[in-house]
């Protein structure tokens, strides 16, 4: 499902019609149907608005995984991902493989010994070529 689907979806679950989330989010009713509609990209300060408003689980919103609102553990940092996405130049497609990539447990674990051979540890980068020659045994 679309992120534009998912904002229509929202819309929908908190019983508001597109005027009057247009009102609520002091945007045009056309900018939020071409949202909902696909004909357009929301932006970060709109995906910000959205969560922030209603409480939606920046997860849910961006990559449709979990529970639409925020149950209040371990809900991505909005902000951060959403400024991420911009720096980078990252689509809505890459933003979710990101999100998969940080939900899988092993694959946290890689990319944070990534994070500590940046910051100069020896000893994260020989558990990262461990790991990555286990791999290798396992699909070779």
Known sequence: MSIGKRIKELRVALHMT???????????????????????????KFIVKLIEQYHVNANWLLSGKGT???SGKNEIDINYLVDLRDRLNLTNDEVNGLIDLLDCEASRDMVLKFIEIKRGNREALDSLICNLQGIKAVYS
């Open 18 to 44: 597109a005027i009057e989330m247009g009102k609520e989010l002091d945007m045009p009713v056309r900018t939020l149907g071409s949202y909902e509609r696909n004909e357009a990209q929301p932006g970060s």
């Open 68 to 70: 639409m609102f925020i």
